[in-house]
Every structure is written in structure tokens, then in C-alpha cells.
């Protein structure tokens, strides 16, 4: 069961970086605290070099990786954006309809349709969504989707979702076609160097930006670092639906975060559509 551990501490590493870019974001653009996930997560990371050996790399991990990268930072900053605009307990959980996009384009491209136990996690992912916003129940049973369409953080990470549905099975690729552990170190390096002129181009944060925050940025890439070292941990250790389905627990912990450090309301509701919606996770990934 150590891949259990694992992926439970890197569900809890990811909702750590989550909410501590969020109390960074309210002095900071969202493309300053997208660059500090990358770059500030890649001094730990070199800490795994010693344990890293490269591998033959093939023209399929280089095209790959080449169309990743413009993917990757258009989700790095509208998933930034998102936190910065609305509470985490109303943006995180709906990171949770990924795999409703991965069914949704393996129907697109292969004509795959989900078997029952997928319908079922999808029907559960969608009334988890309902859940997050039921307060706004009095004003009619449709009030709580409507109430999605007005949080723009909520609207942002359903984009989101939807990109990762992509993105996932292209990392897929490139991991088969080099290692876990060389992918991570290679992908984070590669990810902050061409993010950066787009931070210097939107923001101009001069050097004291990065200086005066240094503290803050360095508690973000550190369990950002962490997030990504036990993933690969537990991704050699088991199956990736099992891993995957655990990591998703973030969104538990995200809520947690928004109702100690944030302050937010209607929690006791969003951990019940929380819980719902990692529940239909589990049902499509391990069913």
C-alpha cells in the first residue's frame, strides 16, 4: 500500500501548492505564480538527478513534448486564474470532470462509449457539481448550474479539465517514449524557460518581485516539487487509474484549505459535492 501513501501526500502536496499560490495571487499576476509553480519546484527536483538516468530519446518524445508545451502553459494560467478569481472550494472539485472529457474524446476519436460503471461516475461527477452551489437551490432547481455559469473560477477550470483530457494522454505518450522521473525534471525546465518571456512581456515584475516574494514562492515550488516526485513515485508502483483516482482527493483538501485559510463559505455543502464528485472519479478510473 505504499503507492497509496504516496499518492494520498501527493494529492495533499498539490492542494498545499493550490492555496498558497492562492494567498500569493492576491499581490501577484497569474502569470508571475504560473512561472513560480515551474521554476521554483525545479531546485528540488535537481535533487533527484543523482537517482535519474537519461534515456534514448525518439522523434515521437520530441514532437510530443513540442505540442504539449503551448497546451501546458494555456492551462498554467487560466488554472491560476481561476483560484485568483473565485474560492477554491468552488474551482478545485471541478477538476474532477476530466475523466467526463476523456470519455467525451475517446467517443470524438476512437467511437468509444463508457460501460455502465462509467454512465454511473459521470451521473455522480455531475450531481457533485449540483452539490458545490445547492445554497442556491431556493431560487429554482436549475439555480445551482446557473450558479456555475456566474463563477467565472469555476468556468476557467472546466476549460481546464477539459485541456488535461487532452494533455494527459499526450504525457502519456511522452513518459512511454522517455521515464517518469527524466520526463518531470525535463518537462518542468522546459515549461518555466518558455513561460518566463511571457511573464517579463505581461507582468514586468522586475527584480524585486521575485525578490521581496522569495519566501512565498519558494513554499509553493516546494510542494509543487513534492507533488510531482511522489506522483512519479507512485505512478511506478501501480497502475495509473489507481493513482490517479487517489490524487484526486486534492479536491477534498482544496475545500479544507478554502474554509481555514480563506475563510469561505457554504463548506459543509462543496466537501459533500467534493466527496461525491472523487466518487464518480473512482467509478470511471477503476471500474
Not at 165 to 186: E, M, R, W, Y
Request: aromatic share 14%.
Amino acid at each position: 500500500m505504499l503507492w497509496f501513501i504516496y499518492a494520498l501526500l501527493c494529492a495533499f502536496s498539490l492542494a498545499t501548492a493550490d492555496a498558497f499560490s492562492k494567498k500569493t495571487l492576491e499581490a501577484s499576476g497569474a502569470y508571475l505564480i504560473a512561472w513560480v509553480r515551474w521554476a521554483y519546484a525545479f531546485p528540488f527536483l535537481l535533487l533527484t538527478l543523482p537517482f535519474i538516468s537519461i534515456p534514448q530519446l525518439d522523434s515521437t518524445f520530441f514532437g510530443v513534448t513540442l505540442i504539449l508545451l503551448p497546451l501546458e502553459i494555456t492551462t498554467a494560467v487560466l488554472y491560476v486564474k481561476a483560484i485568483k478569481d473565485s474560492p477554491l472550494s468552488l474551482t478545485i472539485p471541478f477538476l474532477a470532470t476530466t475523466p467526463v472529457f476523456t470519455i467525451l474524446t475517446s467517443f470524438l476519436i476512437l467511437e468509444e462509449l463508457p460501460d455502465r460503471s462509467g454512465t454511473s461516475g459521470i451521473i455522480l461527477i455531475g450531481m457533485g457539481a449540483y452539490l458545490l452551489n445547492v445554497h442556491t437551490g431556493k431560487a429554482g432547481i436549475l439555480a445551482p448550474i446557473k450558479a456555475i455559469k456566474r463563477e467565472r473560477g469555476s468556468v476557467l477550470m472546466l476549460i481546464v479539465a477539459f485541456i488535461f483530457s487532452i494533455t494527459s494522454n499526450l504525457g502519456k505518450v511522452a513518459i512511454q517514449h522517455s521515464s517518469p522521473a527524466f520526463f518531470a525534471l525535463c518537462y518542468d525546465a522546459l515549461l518555466s524557460v518558455v513561460i518566463f518571456p511571457l511573464v517579463l512581456l505581461r507582468e514586468k515584475p522586475g527584480f524585486s518581485g521575485f525578490i521581496l516574494k522569495g519566501r512565498a514562492f519558494l513554499v509553493i515550488g516546494f510542494f509543487y516539487a513534492l507533488m510531482i516526485i511522489f506522483h512519479n513515485l507512485a505512478i511506478t508502483l501501480v497502475e495509473v487509474p489507481y493513482m490517479i483516482s487517489v490524487k484526486r482527493t486534492s479536491l477534498i483538501f482544496s475545500v479544507l484549505y478554502g474554509a481555514v485559510l480563506f475563510k469561505e463559505a457554504y463548506i459543509k455543502e462543496r466537501i459533500i459535492g467534493s466527496m461525491v464528485m472523487v466518487a464518480g472519479v473512482i467509478l470511471i478510473t477503476l471500474f
